[in-house]
């Protein structure tokens, strides 16, 4: 069977499986209730979504603006509205541009390393020749569940200069003792390296997903057909990946911003300010200075949002494109 | 030719697989060291102080300290924060579970003014940061009430989006077939009745994906209940605790480890016991 009938057979099933859909939502189903009775229920089964979203979602979204214009410390009921003098204030502040690149730098460190190293490693783990391949998939899957402010915490101790194992392994070969993040060079790197390992393996598992969706038989084909795992990597993998790689990378980005808990237990954004992401700069304006200025952070966090929300922007024009790449050449 | 090969064959699959078992060994030793930071950390919480740092490459401890454990759980409180993290956790998943499974269902099956409008919004909040929204949480849970108290923890823990639990429930109600429901209709059930004892059944392996994801989200959530907890240390979460815990006692490494390992087991515990279901549903959502 060749790959070009493959492909077609795929095509077929996948436009039935989509008229299938399609009948069964377009034409609406005889509903269990009607009337007013039916529309009392639909509002009733989205009212705690509606009042959990709304405040706790929704309401911080909208009010993080508000908050923004005014000089506010947070203890006393008085809100003094001061227009963008809080925005001013952030932008001129060369710690919250310190922040920001480290963010930026941050997720230049990461993404590359997460999205193709464990693309690598889902090749291996998605061979069906590989022996102990789901002990292995869990081994590498564990640190994802693991809580990530106790993973901070007991890396400071494994990478403790005086007394934590890797810099007594370092000692047993003869090497200088490191102070990783102690040290302003390697913090971030070091740091950025834990957070790699610690979601390595979700993105893993997405990757895993996505090599799933290739079925057996096209391999086949290309082996009787003499190709080598180089060809068959660049010509049937690598295509077929596409839609999956923007998916994936614009996914690991998102979730590269949400990266408090390991950075605060891990170095609370030292030494001299190496590692403060955007999210401690806001949490050290908001919650850990003595006076607290709330207006002063929440500016800085309606700028965070709006560059969150730019990701996700081209997050859904992805998810978009890779469905239509999928759908025109699956 | 049929002779040679029938002779040659038992040998040559040998040396076919053992290229694959000599992979597999290699990666045997690469998920030794991944794991290897949970070996030491265990090694650890049952060594003394002392030990733990002349010895600190040695795996094997010369006498099992259990006395740490004792300590990492009366005198450091994690006893305490253990109960809170399981009553935080098991409270939260139930709330987000119902919510999502009803709200994905009657977006799914239901057109009303608005529908379309709702999954817009939800779509757009897919990816809100804790950092962004923070500060306007502790505000309203402060006007409400709530700040300070497990109750107002659990609240906002549970109004965070949850998008994808919703559209993965959005997504398994769309693709039922209609029948089943007018099955339902036809014996007299109404609304609710339709919803608990026909669909939501039917949902059982998404309810398992997002009982688990959440479990396992709040179990490891920080930045909320690191927020909601700073005037009032018992309400702490054992991530929380364990934080607070190297700022007291900076000199107790092994109570750290066992106060660490504690924290930890419980969702390994939970993952190990139910990796098909989590496994699967990340997969789910990358596909659709």
Known sequence: MS?????????????AKNARRASTVDEQMVAPERGWKRTTWIWLFLLPTIILYGIYTIYPIIASYWYSLVEWNGFDSEQRFVGIANYQAVFADPFFWNSFRITLLFMLLVVPARVLLSLLMAMVLNSPKLPLVGVLRSAFFIPVVTTTAIIGVVMRFVLDPASGPVNGMLQLFGLEGVDFLGDQKTALPVAAALYVWKFFGITM????????????????????????VRQTFLHITLPLMKPFLIIITVLTIEETFHNFDLMYTLTGGGPYFNTEIIEIYIYRWAFAASIPQLGHASAAAVFFGLLVAVFGAIQLWA???????????? | MTHVAAVTRPRSRFLRRLPWWLGAAFLVGTAAVWVFP??????????????????????LPDTLVWENYVRAWNDANFGRYLINTVVVTVITVVIVTVRCATCGYVLARYRFKGSKLFLGV?????????????????????????IDSLGGMILALSGAAYVSAILLYYGYFRQIPRELEEAAVIDGAGFFRTFFSVMLPLAMPVTATVAILTFIT?????????VFSFSRPEIRTVSVGMQAFVGETA??????????????????AVFVFMQRYFMEGISGAVKS
């Not at chain 1, 998810?319 to 699956?330: F, L, W």
């Not at chain 2, 709040?218 to 690191?226: C, D, G, K, Q």
């Not at chain 2, 000199?251 to 390994?268: K, Q």
């Open chain 1, 3 to 15: 790959i070009r009938s493959v492909q077609l057979t795929r095509r077929e099933s996948r436009n």
């Open chain 1, 205 to 228: 598992i997405y990757w895993l997903a996505a090599l799933q969706t290739i079925p057996r038989d096209i391999y086949e084909a290309a082996r009787i057909d003499g190709a080598n």
């Open chain 1, 319 to 330: 998810v978009y494109a890779s469905r239509r790449m999928r759908r025109a050449n699956p």
């Open chain 2, 38 to 59: 949970f070996v030491w950390m265990i090694s650890a919480s049952l060594k003394d102080n002392l030990e733990m740092f002349s010895g600190g490459l040695n795996l």
């Open chain 2, 122 to 146: 939800l779509i757009a909040t897919l990816f809100v940061p804790t950092g962004y929204t923070i500060i306007p949480v502790v505000k309203v849970s402060m006007q409400l009430g709530l």
């Open chain 2, 218 to 226: 709040t179990w490891n959530s920080f930045f909320l209940p690191l």
């Open chain 2, 251 to 268: 000199t107790d490494w092994t109570g750290m480890a066992a106060a660490g390992v504690i924290s930890i087991l419980p969702v390994v």
